[in-house]
């Protein structure tokens, strides 16, 4: 029999996100590496599956515009939809904020998955720290998905 796990996503401390950013993205690089100058102004979510802290994605904004930064599963826990819920969640919520696009850099390897949620590649693409990255965006203005 499948257990389920119970699933709570939040908002939390920008310090909270760090171990599992640097356990996932950048294992080989100096642990400061992976905090963001601008960390303190962003908001920030982390995905709970039986309290512990599976996932975490952190979102900024100019105006209408959302980034978000840092988007990370640990690697046990990747392929049990976790990203999944914790995209739509951020989707839904910056709707919910009046935000009319929201974008990534997206790692190209990753980029298949955001395509699902109806993201766009633009022709923006660069090389950081050895991979590459393409700017990826979904236009929310138009969009009726809830």
């Not at 900024?60 to 819920?85: I, M, S, V």
């Not at 990534?104 to 109806?118: I, L």
Request: aromatic share 14%; glycine share 4%.
């Amino acid at each position: 029999m499948l257990k389920m796990s119970q699933i709570q996503i939040e908002q939390i401390r920008y310090e909270m996100t760090w171990k599992i950013r640097h356990e996932v993205m950048y294992p080989d690089l100096p642990f400061d590496s992976i905090k963001l100058p601008n960390d303190a102004d962003g908001i920030h979510f982390g995905l709970y599956a039986d309290d512990y802290l599976t996932s975490v994605v952190s979102l900024f904004n100019d105006h209408t515009n959302y980034q978000f930064r840092k988007f990370a599963t640990l690697d046990k826990d990747q392929g049990k939809g976790y990203g999944t819920l914790l995209l739509k969640y951020i989707i839904n919520y910056v709707k919910q904020l009046g935000a009319e696009r929201l974008w990534c850099n997206a790692r190209v390897s990753a980029s298949p998955f955001y395509s699902k949620f109806d993201f766009v590649k633009t022709d923006q693409v660069f090389t950081s720290e050895g991979l590459d990255f393409v700017i990826m965006e979904l236009q929310l203005n138009n969009s009726l998905e809830s």
